[in-house]
């Protein structure tokens, strides 16, 4: 359906994102300012602490700062609610009190019908729940009590009974003037290919309703009384209200659960997650009946960012972790993964958490591994590397899985912990010369065949070299040194951003006040330069600030000292950058270098790090230029030398005639 032009743009005037928003999340008071619109929270989209997520009600966006979420009012909706886009501009004009546009009559039809299928199931559930308490439903009763399900759990998760017969429901329905096609249509019921009355889809069943994100009944799965059954659990079809592969079993409450702090839990069956929420994990879901699909993981990660996939300890539950890390491996993004928790062997949590309690399955997930991990494991376990071309053939396996991953960032991650990981498998006899280092030794080379000697650890620094800015400045105190002053430049001079704004983006910051002042510089700078500063103050309080200006190559710098020189900001916001740049290159490769050096000797492993340290030395040859020029002052200002001389040349001359 198309809208009417400036409807969507009214929508959004009407309608306070601050309001919507405020319905998910508690405002943090000292950081929000509600008479400017400027309100932070806790990002409903991840699980934090601080308050790193932003609304801005006059601008009608939000932002998070520690997940990158960003959008509108729509946008909020869709994403928390787990809509579609009409669905949610529908919900915010509701809310709004703006009539919808009027749809074409087919689509009207459409929305009315799946209206009437939604009533059609909850009437089945009604049915259903009955029918459990009464005497067919005998066995059905001792078995869910057996399950560990009392009277107030089988009202919770609305657990019925289908009847063994095959008219049972649709008499009942069609009793009630449900229309046969609607019956049929929900799932309920299929036509008989022999003429006669269509039958019911579940039949000696116990029934688990089947919710949207929105609570609406849209499926029912059924777990078979009958041990004979060919399905032991079956799904209604797939009808006009329920599509398997973009459903979860539990979602809504599990969405509730995770916004609350628990951690978000996917097992494999009904009454997994049933004795997991009964059991105090209440952010639990699971797929329905099929391998978990795309949007299916689309759905987790809205939910939370890095689910935990507690599985069988058996052989099918291996599987389906190797099928899932096969369909996630493309889809990873930032902040985006998931765990994998194995069950003991033989064991479904629903098995554990009755037999061992709670504390048994919390054990488990304490130890969850991350996927990449899972990989690994996948290749190695159980296999023999102890030829060359066994070797060989992880590393081309390994790599293209690897390959699979879109995101360059996580890709390189993932390269860098698989070769950790292969060098401690394919490395085990080095152990002891690293242990010696890390307490302080060195392996000096000499002569040949692996000859050499131990040299030990220097003696200690005093504390006035160690405490020195020179002595301390490795190379990762080099990076934040820099970091430090290319963002007090754009804090003193924001108009400059726009020209370095790519460059900004791609800085990759490893503090996290240096990170949180850059995503704020890259917001604000652009829209509002002058008062930059103060947006900053405002949105994460004194300390940052203050801390940037409180170092002391920063307060030396000539930025600080004329703010709003363009001129100066654009010099040295171009060198540091490029300094940066290389320093970050130079360090990649010789970590690089560090595994292939020891794997073979080859030039070109050492032509690598020399072109790297050359680049490196280029980007600071201007640096060790002006220190050959130029003195600084206790002020901090950089004084010709050649003028200085001819200054000082100019004093003696005068004072040598004053004295004739």
Known sequence: MSLPPGFLDELRSRSSLSQVVGRKVMWDPRKSNQGKGDMWAPCPFHHEKSASFHVDDRKGFYYCFGCHAKGDAIKFVQETENVGFMEAVEILAREAGMPMPARDPKAQEKQDRRTLLAEVMEQAVQYFRLQLKTGAAADARAYVAKRGLNGPALERWEIGFAPNGWQNLWDHL???????????????????????????????????????????????????????????????????????????????????????????????????????????????VAPLGTAITESQLQMLWRIADEPIIALDGDTAGLRAAMRLIELALP??????????????????????????????????????????KLLWQRETEGKV????????????????????IRDPSIRAHYGQEIKDLRWELFRPQRKPRAAFQAGGGQWQGGGGKGKGRWKAAPE???????????????????????????????????????????????????DQDH????????????????????????????????????????????????????????MILAEELAKLTALRGLTAEIAEAKEEIAELDDEAVTWRVAQAAEERNRATRSENEDKAIFDVADNGARINRDERDSFAAILDSINFERKR
């Not at 002391?552 to 900001?569: K, N």
């Open 174 to 284: 069609r009793g009630k003037g449900v229309a046969e096609d609607l019956i049929i249509g929900a799932g309920l019921a299929k036509p008989s290919t022999k003429g006669g009355k269509p039958y019911d889809t579940f039949r000696n069943r116990i029934m688990f309703p089947i919710r949207d994100a929105r609570g609406r009944a849209v499926a029912f799965g059924g777990r078979a009384m009958d041990p004979n059954d060919n399905a032991k659990y079956l799904n209604s079809p797939e009808t006009e209200l329920f599509d398997k592969g973009r459903s979860l079993y539990n979602q809504g409450p599990a969405r509730t659960a995770a916004g609350q702090g628990q951690t978000l839990l996917v097992a494999e069956g009904y009454m997994d997650v049933i004795a997991l929420a009964e059991g105090g994990f209440g952010a639990s």
């Open 460 to 510: 200690p620094a005093m504390p006035g070299t160690r405490a020195s800015l020179l002595a301390s400045a490795t190379e990762e105190a080099q990076i934040q040194m820099r970091e430090a002053v290319i963002l007090a430049t754009t804090v003193k001079t924001p108009k400059i951003v726009v020209q370095f704004e790519q460059q900004l983006e791609a800085m990759e910051c490893r």
């Open 515 to 570: 990170a949180m002042l850059r995503d704020m510089v890259l917001r604000y700078a652009i829209d509002s330069p002058g008062d930059l500063s103060d947006r900053i103050y405002e949105a994460l309080g004194p300390e940052p600030l203050e801390n940037l200006f409180a170092l002391r190559h920063v307060a030396i710098s000539p930025c600080v000292r004329r703010p709003g020189d363009l001129e100066l900001a654009e």
């Open 385 to 404: 590397f102890d030829s060359p071309e066994r070797k060989a053939g992880l590393d081309k396996t390994l790599r293209e899985k690897i390959k699979l």
């Open 331 to 372: 889809l990873l993004e930032a902040g985006k993964s998931l765990r994998f928790a194995l069950m003991p062997e033989g064991k479904d949590p629903d098995d554990l958490i009755r037999g061992s309690g709670p504390e048994a399955v919390q054990s488990v997930l304490d130890q969850a591994m991350p996927m990449v």
